[in-house]
């Protein structure tokens, strides 16, 4: 019987953050995260890891054909870009309401939603 982890991870990416691949076939790409896959530590990207998917005619789609689509990437493959355009790692700490927070290693400076 496999365990199972119940717990959540924390990422340091988010959905909606601006983020360049730094490994794999597309290094040195840019684009905002569309979707965040915890359970696998993915993400996908816009513009990034796109795949070709061929789909048969079917009733809904008589027309089929060849679709290109974003497919996930691992998540240590992406870092995050500050809201000033550089490349930074991430940490937590407390604002000054007492929550944490992520904030950019490089500035200091906190990172709302998206970037700042």
Do not use: C, W
């Not at 048969?56 to 060849?66: D, L, N, Q, V």
């Amino acid at each position: 019987m496999e365990k199972t982890n119940t717990q959540k991870v924390k990422l340091h990416i988010r959905k909606g953050d601006r983020v360049r691949v730094i490994a794999g076939d597309d290094k040195g790409k840019e684009g905002t995260v569309l979707e965040i896959l915890t359970s696998k530590n993915r993400a996908t990207v816009e513009g990034v890891n796109i795949v070709t998917k061929h789909t048969k005619p079917s009733a809904g789609k008589p027309e089929g054909g060849i679709n290109k689509t974003e497919a996930s990437i691992h998540i240590s493959n992406l870092q995050l870009i500050d809201g000033s355009g550089k490349l930074t790692r991430t940490g937590r700490k407390a604002n000054d309401k007492g929550k944490l927070q992520r904030y950019s290693k490089k500035t200091g400076d906190f990172i709302t939603n998206g970037n700042s």
